[in-house]
Nanobody
Framework: QVQLVESGGGLVQPGGSLRLSCAAS????????MGWYRQAPGKQRELVAS???????NYADFGKGRFTISRDNAKNTVYLQMNSLKPEDTAVYYC???????????WGKGTLVTVSS
């Protein structure tokens, strides 16, 4: 089992920045990929960014150039730096941990990001 706890969400004005953190505990050694997803009201959950154990990253088109995913392996923590935030970035952001070979996914409870003036 892997437990994930997100933090860092909140209210920010358009153009502002936030950094989300996801602290992992438990059987973290079994995880191959960490990622951030988001779900806006009335919409499906979508991938924001992901990072492999080797450090390879992947971004949704809407996040390229604005969002940066990173990880601190010593702290079992993954970060999402979000800059130039837009109202359409408003959503609950979820941390995900995946064991690709076993097809297992773990999710945090989410943290709300609201972009509004």
């Amino acid at each position: 089992q892997v437990q994930l706890v997100e933090s860092g969400g909140g209210l920010v004005q358009p153009g502002g920045s936030l950094r989300l953190s996801c602290a992992a505990s438990g059987s973290f050694f079994s995880i191959n990929v960490m990622g951030w997803y988001r779900q806006a009201p009335g919409k499906q959950r979508e991938l924001v960014a992901s990072i492999t154990n080797a450090g390879s990253t992947n971004y949704a088109d809407f996040g390229k150039g604005r969002f940066t995913i990173s990880r601190d392996n010593a702290k079992n923590t993954v970060y999402l730096q979000m800059n130039s935030l837009k109202p359409e970035d408003t959503a609950v952001y979820y941390c995900n941990a995946r064991n690709v070979f076993k097809g297992m996914d773990y999710w945090g409870k989410g943290t709300l990001v609201t972009v509004s003036s």
